[in-house]
């Protein structure tokens, strides 16, 4: 217990300093502290927070809080290998996951427009070079794939676990909402964060998730460039647009029979890696155990060498002792996980910032 109690405050002290110090960098921006350097600017601010702060500050600064290896804190974190089917299927749920956001932040923002909220309106984009491409999915797809899923499905959620399954996915999302720090942004961020938390619990690494998290933005990416361009993905999905805006009732329907396909292959994807997991996790135990057994057997081996009973077969202390590697005798019913005062003040204070700041951007459109 007293193990969890120093991983959750770790984590809210980290992830407080974390959103301490991007506000100030987006409140720095606002005023032009990067102005000079142009549209560098913008890679320099990314690089700075998705690389410095979520990445090198989630790992370093929740490791050196702890007083532990770099390397314990990858396997705590879910960062570990998963099979190529587990990849592919992750890619397709990626898809999926973009095309079903799609539906929710365009409800949204209109929920929100009529609510007196003005979109921001940026200027038409004339040329869009492969290159720029390649450079955007890098910012807007690789980067926050990584490391916004190592700060939040790796430590957060991580750290929160001992709260439960739902309280863990719950709150982790509603960070993960809230760190955009834009009202438009914020909800259906919060939405792929509650279904990111999930895939993280049933697969039982982050892999998945950033796998997901990464195919979410870089599709988005590539339907801009598509669409400049004139290529068939941007051309497919904007007929699609024109469709259900040109007849009230055939967006009904048309909009509902997506919805039912894209939920149903949401569901099944998301089984299949849950499957894929579950085995793969079979088999390390299996292997973790047959080792064990071996190494049980060869101590065993030694002490009739050493006392010289030849021939003795394997006593039953070893398999007692492998036993007892294997299952872990419940002696009571565990503890209820309290939240610790001074993480419990961390997370109340960080969420309420968080709350505070994207409110901002919906009454002055601050930040």
Excluded at 104 to 127: D, R, T
């Amino acid at each position: 217990m007293a193990e969890k109690y120093k991983s959750f405050n770790s984590a809210m002290l980290t992830y407080f300093i974390i959103v301490i110090l991007f506000v100030a960098l987006r409140l720095l921006s606002s005023f032009g502290l990067l102005s000079f350097m142009g549209e560098a600017g913008d890679y320099v601010f990314t690089i700075v927070v998705q690389i410095v702060l979520l990445f090198c500050g989630s790992i370093f600064l929740y490791s050196a809080f702890k007083k532990q290896k770099i390397k314990r804190t990858f396997g705590e974190f879910g960062i570990k290998k998963v099979s190529w089917k587990i990849v592919g299927f992750s890619i397709l749920l990626g898809a999926v996951v973009f095309f079903l956001n799609m539906f929710v932040s365009s409800a949204f923002n209109g929920l929100i427009g009529l609510l007196g909220y003005e979109h921001a309106s940026g200027s038409a984009i004339s040329s869009y070079s492969f290159a720029t491409l390649i450079v955007n999915v890098i910012f807007t797809a690789v980067l926050p794939g990584i490391c916004e899923e190592i700060a939040h499905r790796g430590m957060l959620l991580k750290s929160l676990s001992p709260l439960g399954a739902s309280k863990a996915i719950w709150i982790s999302a509603l960070f993960f909402g809230l760190l955009h720090l834009n009202i438009e942004q914020f909800f259906y961020a919060t939405i792929i964060g509650l279904f990111l938390g999930f895939l993280t619990m049933v697969s039982n690494s982050i892999v998945p998730a950033m796998i997901v998290h990464f195919m979410n933005n870089f599709l988005s990416t590539y339907l801009t460039f598509s669409q400049v361009n004139g290529l068939p993905f941007g051309e497919i999905v904007s007929w699609v647009e024109a469709v259900l805006s040109s007849n009230v009732f055939v967006a009904i329907i048309m909009t509902l029979a997506i919805l039912v396909i894209l939920l149903y292959l949401l569901f099944l994807l998301t089984r299949k890696i849950a499957s894929l997991s579950l085995k793969d996790d079979i088999n390390l135990m299996q292997q973790e155990f047959g080792k064990q057994l071996l190494r049980e057997a060869y101590l065993m081996d030694l002490e009739n060498a050493k006392n010289n009973v030849a021939g003795q077969p394997l006593s039953s202390d070893a398999f007692d002792r492998l036993k007892q590697f294997i299952i872990i005798e419940d002696d009571g019913q565990e503890q209820k996980f309290v939240m610790p005062k001074y993480g419990k003040l961390l997370l109340a204070v960080t969420m309420c910032l968080g709350a505070v700041l994207t409110i901002c951007t919906f009454v002055w459109g601050v930040l």
